[in-house]
């Protein structure tokens, strides 16, 4: 595996950065990328934030990230939706990252008879506009999720997330949504559109079984599953699919960007 130059598609919440923190490593890390001059993104789930906001989250823990480096569930539908029907029209219950996605592809937003429902995270769900979701559901607009996380952090704890909202809206429907984000494959597969990349020499380093080695292997790339922050080493035998490499943090692949999976 170590002929040839990798690219490098990376989570960033428990790869990067935790709870608004530098991973120990992670400046050094990506400073090697850029002086070896390897390709990268940084991925996420989030749609509620733009690559701007992102960046300017990212340099208050350190990080300095371009914003064409980060690549979010918001951007990667926004995408999908200008490939399946383009300059459509959508009525979009979520946050500036997935708004701003949509304008930026020509679409629409509109609640009236919008060609989708796009839903995505917020953290201020409003039970009218959920209402308001099921009902152009029912009236035959398409149902489109960023992403299935059914919670996410905060400081006080747990709080429901895209997928929980999305449940609901599907028990109250009969329509399942289409989810774009992790552990969607597309997620990957349009990244590496954006960087013109190919699956064979890609790999893909988080935190999660679920969503981020799930989603690598079905892209078809090498994954590295760090342990900063939620999957650990016993709950990688809970699945039926391995990482290619197991990690105790990014800062283990310092010295070694160029040739990732060799015995050094």
């Known amino acids: ?21 530098l991973v120990p490593g992670a400046d050094e890390f990506l400073a090697e990328l850029r002086a070896n001059e390897i390709d990268f993104l940084v991925l996420t789930n989030n749609s509620i934030y733009t690559p701007r906001d992102l ?55 509109t609640e009236r008879d919008p060609d989708y429902v796009v ?15 099921i009902r152009l559901i029912e009236g035959g607009a398409k149902f489109i999720a960023t992403n299935p996380d059914a919670t996410g952090p905060s400081i006080e704890g747990s709080m429901p997330a895209t997928g929980s909202v999305a449940a609901l809206i599907e028990k109250a429907t009969g329509r399942s949504p289409y989810y774009v984000g992790k552990p969607n494959p597309l997620m990957m597969r349009s990244a590496l559109r954006r960087l013109g990349a190919h699956s064979e020499s890609t790999l893909m380093i988080g935190d999660r079984m679920d969503t981020d080695v799930h989603s690598g292997i079905e892209a078809g790339l090498q994954t590295i599953l760090v342990l900063t922050g939620i999957s650990n080493e016993e709950s990688v035998e809970n699945y039926p699919y391995r990482p290619t490499k197991v990690l105790g943090s990014i800062a283990d692949l310092i010295g070694r960007t160029l040739d990732p999976f060799g015995e050094g």
């Open 1 to 21: 595996m170590s002929e040839g130059r990798w690219t490098y598609l990376s989570d960033m919440d428990g790869v990067l950065v935790k709870e608004e923190h």
């Open 55 to 109: 960046r300017a989250r990212l340099l208050r823990t350190g990080l300095d990230i371009p914003e064409e480096s980060i690549w979010t569930s918001a951007l990667a539908t926004a995408k999908f939706l200008a490939s399946q029907r383009p300059n459509g029209s959508a009525f979009v219950i979520g946050e500036a990252g997935l708004t701003t996605a949509l304008h930026e592809v020509g679409y629409v937003l």
């Open 119 to 133: 839903l995505g995270e917020t953290r201020t769900y409003s039970f009218s506009a959920i209402t308001r979701a």
